[in-house]
Nanobody, 128 residues
Framework: QIHLVESGGGSVQSGGSLTLSCAVS????????MGWLRQAPGKEHEGVAAIDSEGRTVHADSVKGRFTISQDKAKKTVYLQMNSLKPEDTAMYFC??????????????????????WGHGIQVSVSN
């Protein structure tokens, strides 16, 4: 499987910013997709953002306008820039990948079932 390592999490106050990074081992296949998903205590996984091999992105309504996913293919790294953080953003954030990505609608990339490779997760905590 693809190996993923997240970094950049931490604790911030409401309104603050964090940037998460996901380092990807090896070269992805031509039809790869990368996603960020999160899980708060007692809740199911929630897709946050995703990006495909062509650079198409999708963001969940709950973070749209505040979070931005991007990638640097040369560095084999995917980023999640998080601005205007709110306490409800507190969760464990996971980087996920699939190297065979087919979909009809980009919003489908927010589903955890799309991904076969996962990082260990990184905590983001936002206080009032």
């Amino acid at each position: 499987q693809i190996h993923l390592v997240e970094s950049g999490g931490g604790s911030v106050q409401s309104g603050g910013s964090l940037t998460l990074s996901c380092a990807v081992s090896g070269a992805p296949n031509s039809r790869f997709c990368m996603g960020w998903l999160r899980q708060a205590p007692g809740k199911e996984h929630e897709g946050v953002a995703a990006i495909d091999s062509e650079g198409r992105t999708v963001h969940a309504d709950s973070v749209k306008g505040r979070f931005t996913i991007s990638q640097d293919k040369a560095k084999k790294t995917v980023y999640l820039q998080m601005n205007s953080l709110k306490p409800e953003d507190t969760a464990m954030y996971f980087c996920a990948a699939t190297d065979v990505c087919y979909y009809r609608n980009a919003a489908n990339l927010l589903g955890e079932g799309y991904y076969g490779s996962w990082g260990h997760g990184i905590q983001v905590s936002v206080s009032n």
